[in-house]
């Protein structure tokens, strides 16, 4: 299905009201799980999916979430995730590529390890029934002078260093808060990598863009270095004095 196939049925299937003001869609880059952030956020299942896979092991996990305001409706995504130096995602099994949408949340608690998994999501149908709703691929994400494009290039992408990928959904879902992509990274002092990105919805002006940078971890001072700092502050002590 092309973007303006997936952009029509939404329209279709939403009821817009006219003249109301529109508000943009909005998007945050938030911890799911890292005991390394501020305040501390660790999901209790994370040491059973550590113990399923070793491969977790030392990671964090991130999610893109969008904000639907009211008289909106979210229908597509373009969604880019570079790394670089040692960082790298977590993706369960040998292939990447099959394993772009994540599995149905009751499974989780069989496999823990999905839960973690990096992925591309929508809205869930049913908040009661599920954490998600498995999104259609449109291929990658095409950027062309900077802009992202209408026309997704052929193929997505997975692996451990990259994601390039054009999806959507057709779902009738209320305004609210949900996940559209899952990242999960190894988290230290040598991250480096960038999460850019788009969404659009049925009734807003314009596509909201997005960029983020991986989170890292600030590296505590070396005891050299609190001790020149400790002397640094004893010199200038003296000098005013």
Do not use: C
């Not at 009734?203 to 505590?220: D, R």
């Amino acid at each position: 299905m092309s973007r303006t196939k997936l952009l029509a049925a939404a329209v279709g299937a939403t009821l817009l009201t006219a003249g109301m003001a529109q508000a943009k869609l909005t998007v945050a880059l938030v911890p799911y799980n890292d005991p390394a952030a501020t305040p501390p956020i660790l999901q209790p299942t994370y040491a059973a999916a550590s113990a399923q896979d070793a491969g977790l092991i030392g990671k964090v996990t991130y999610d893109v979430r969008v904000t639907v305001p009211a008289g909106d409706e979210y229908t597509t995504s373009d969604l880019i995730v570079t790394t670089a130096n040692t960082t790298t995602m977590y993706n369960r099994g040998a292939n990447p590529s099959n394993n772009r949408t994540p599995t149905d949340s009751d499974d989780w608690s069989v496999s823990p390890r999905n839960e973690f998994d990096t992925f591309v999501s929508g809205p869930p149908d049913n908040v009661a029934n599920g954490f998600h709703n498995t999104p259609t691929i449109l291929g990658g994400a095409q950027v062309v002078g900077g802009n992202f494009q209408e026309t997704p290039l052929g193929t997505e992408v997975f692996s451990a260093t990259q994601m390039s990928v054009a999806y959507g959904d057709t779902h009738v879902d209320p305004p609210g808060t949900y996940t559209i992509a899952r990242i999960t990274f190894n988290k230290d002092v040598n991250n480096s990598g960038s999460v850019v990105g788009r969404v659009i919805g049925t009734n807003t002006a314009e596509a909201t863009t997005f960029s983020f940078a991986l989170p890292v971890i600030i590296p505590e001072p070396t005891s050299a270095a609190m001790l020149a700092a400790g002397i640094g502050l004893v010199a200038l002590r003296r000098r005013k004095a």
